[in-house]
């Protein structure tokens, strides 16, 4: 039986996030229509590995399919946008009673319960839900917690069907999201730790119980999504792109406030008790994981990221395992709030006040402090790509930020730009140290930096641009640009006199295993792991 706090808790985050995304601030983050925009793909050719919208075309399996693929199932009855908000709402929900039963492992069932309110109220839950859209990082990060539970019970217990729930939550979580397979090694450490810690349990039965679910884990991770590791065996890492949450946060304060202060909200006043309490011996496995976790999250500030990751460090980024350490600090939170109400202190209320009213801020950064263009009418841009001599040439945008995927699904023409930067082919964007072309104004000397793009982009067939700044108009004229018209919306429409009829890039092979497997195997997995989950439920718990 779930407690009532837990579910309250869990009612709190329903609320909570459901009026931020009633509010639709969904739409001003960075990666929402991004992964809108691979439902899309999905909506249009289900077995498809191929898409032509971007980069002059990319392999759709560079990216893990299930939370795009299940969006792409349930706009059918709701709509694209819809159901990215309707699964969005689901997965915040889910994450106090993720929290709830992670927490206990370490912790009683009280203070387990309350690290669930903290779940509810969580900082970086909310910036990873709103200003960055993330929806594939919280569904992954969701699995692995519950992956961490059901091993948990596995290693206690031997039970197989804890087992193979543990195993099937692993794959899944694979099939959602590959980067957080960064998280989930020091997650299993921590509870392996903690099994070994209790006297109940054999050490050499612990041992071997982990040696068998890792290596059912890795060749079920391997096998859902194996495209994507073959798509990935052939990659070359790009010019680094600059993040702000690589930088070192002493050198450069802004980025503290864009990358740690919100992530962590009023649990930095916590952090020095939770530092404490993470090395006690019964704490040791999970204190481990979140100190490990909270000097990744702060980039290049420590030189740790440089020496787990080695060249590759540079392009990756850490906002995530900030979230990731904050999740990890909570079944601590959970005890100090636990003492807290046994001695009837005021704090607590004035805990649960005050981070509701951050999570608000937090929530609202992209309306109150504008991190997008403001949103544009897309009709005007639609239409005009869809005329008979214009449709067979490429685009690109200028200053509509991540609207371009918005635009992208709405239309069938390509272009050579696009916001999944790991996927491009293109070597003048990948040696660029350019995100998308569209967002160069918002880089030190960006514009500038586009030249050498714009100059071969006649050759890629790229005839139009759509120019929503009017700074990018020197750009466009010294690149021999002409302005051909303003549309209704204010955006203007500029003309390339050098490009050519472009060429298809060639698409790969068609490999029909892999386009059968890329469709099955993820909701296979995903079906596989709630039916488990469901047989886990109706076991008759022990006397």
Known sequence: ????????????????????????????SYDAYNHIFFADHYVRDWWSL?????????????????????????????????????????AVTLFPFAIYAFSKIFTGEAAGSYAAVGAALLPSLFLTAH??????????????????VALARFLRTGKLLDGALAVSLVITMMAAHHAVLLFFPWVVGAVSLRALADHGVRTPAVVTRLA??????????????WPFWAWGRSQELQTTIDHLSRHNFFADPFAAV?????VYGLLILYLPLAFRMA??????????????????????TTPLPRLLFGDGWAWLTYDRFGFWASLMILPFLGVSLAILVRRRSRLYPAFVVLSSLIAFVIGFIPSWLPTQPQALRME???????????????????????????????????TIDGSYHTARTLPELR??????????????????????????????GVRWGFANLDLYTPLLLRNGWLMRATLSNGVTVWENPDAILPHPTPAPEPRPLAALSWGVLPLLSLLITLGLAALRRLEKPRP
Not at 215 to 222: C, I, N
Not at 258 to 262: A, D, G, W
């Open 380 to 414: 005007p841009m639609v239409m005009f790509l869809a005329q008979e001599g214009v449709r067979e040439y490429r685009y690109l945008t200028f200053g509509f930020g991540d609207q371009l995927a918005y635009l992208s699904i709405l239309t069938e023409a390509e």
């Open 1 to 28: 039986m779930i407690p009532r706090r837990v579910r309250l808790a869990a009612w709190l985050a329903f609320g909570l996030h459901g009026i931020l995304i009633l509010a639709a601030e969904y739409r001003l």
């Open 279 to 300: 090395v006690r011996k019964r704490f040791r496995g999970l204190g481990f994981a979140f100190g490990l976790l909270f000097l990744l999250g702060l980039g290049d």
């Open 50 to 90: 191929w898409e032509t919208r971007w980069y002059a075309g990319f392999a759709i399996n560079s990216y893990p399919p299930l939370t795009h693929q299940l969006i792409a199932l349930l706009s059918h009855i709701t709509g694209l946008e819809a159901a990215f908000a309707i699964l969005l709402w689901g």
């Open 212 to 225: 068998v679910f890792a290596s059912a884990a890795a060749a079920g991770a391997l096998l859902v999504i």
């Open 131 to 148: 200003p960055f859209g993330q929806l594939p990082t919280l569904f992954g990060t969701l699995f692995a917690l519950s992956g961490a």
């Open 258 to 262: 864009l990358f740690f202060l919100p």
């Open 431 to 460: 040696a660029s140290g350019l995100g998308q072309i569209d967002t160069a104004y918002w880089l030190k000397g960006g514009i500038d930096r586009l030249d050498p793009i714009l100059q071969i982009s006649g050759e890629m």
